[in-house]
């Protein structure tokens, strides 16, 4: 790979990070916009010796610093900002439509958006049992990123990445308050985006 290419996939990652903190609360800017800076270089460390095309690498470095940044922000205060999460969906409806998915597929990934979006705002927060909006978004953001027909591999990633903290928090106290889902859908969502279907 050109070096010039990795700089500048590297540094369009860490500039999107920096100006996404800025929409998120004051007091949390500051962290978002170090992590999400730093991790866009991972993806440059790790896939340049493997030759990676400039592409890949770029829309790697957004993805990761994207979910990096909402991951940080749902552990330090449980909530997923919808300023992090709508340009996550529009990045991936754009990866999707650069890849030339089918007109089905896209049509597929744009009603999941659109139904995670009216789910999220139409049924109330005491039906959705510790579910918040912004989860249900993220969710969505990573169909539209891996495509619909991996949802089945996403829910049972996620779901096998909570049950342990899940079972952690109901031995410790009862019921779980809310346990922050966006580092597991992130991680998730990085596994399936590098090795594909798991089932």
């Known amino acids: 790979m050109e070096p010039h290419l990795l700089v500048l996939a590297v540094t369009a990652a860490a500039l999107a990070g920096l100006c996404l903190a800025d929409l998120w609360e004051p007091g949390q800017a500051a962290r978002v916009r170090g992590v999400a800076a730093a991790s866009a270089i991972l993806p440059a460390l790790f896939f340049a010796p493997a030759g990676a095309d400039a592409a890949f690498l770029a829309w790697t470095a957004i993805l990761v610093a994207l979910f990096v940044a909402l991951a940080v922000v749902d552990l330090a205060s449980r909530t ?7 340009p996550l969906i529009a990045f991936g409806l754009g990866h999707a439509w650069m890849r030339d998915l089918s007109v ?4 597929l990934a744009v009603a999941l958006v659109v139904g995670a979006a009216l789910f999220a705002s139409a049924v109330p927060a005491r039906l959705r049992a510790g579910i918040g909006g912004g989860d249900v978004l993220l969710v969505a953001a990573a169909l539209a990123w891996l495509g619909p027909m ?10 096998a990445l909570l049950l ?6 109901v031995a410790r106290r009862g019921a779980p308050r809310g346990l922050p889902a966006a580092p597991a859908v992130a991680a998730a969502t990085l596994v399936l985006w590098l090795h594909g279907p798991i089932l």
């Open 80 to 86: 997923v900002p919808d300023a992090l999460v709508l």
């Open 104 to 107: 089905g597929a896209m049509t």
């Open 150 to 159: 991996v949802a089945l591999d996403l829910i049972v990633l996620v779901a």
């Open 164 to 169: 342990p903290f899940a079972a952690m928090a």
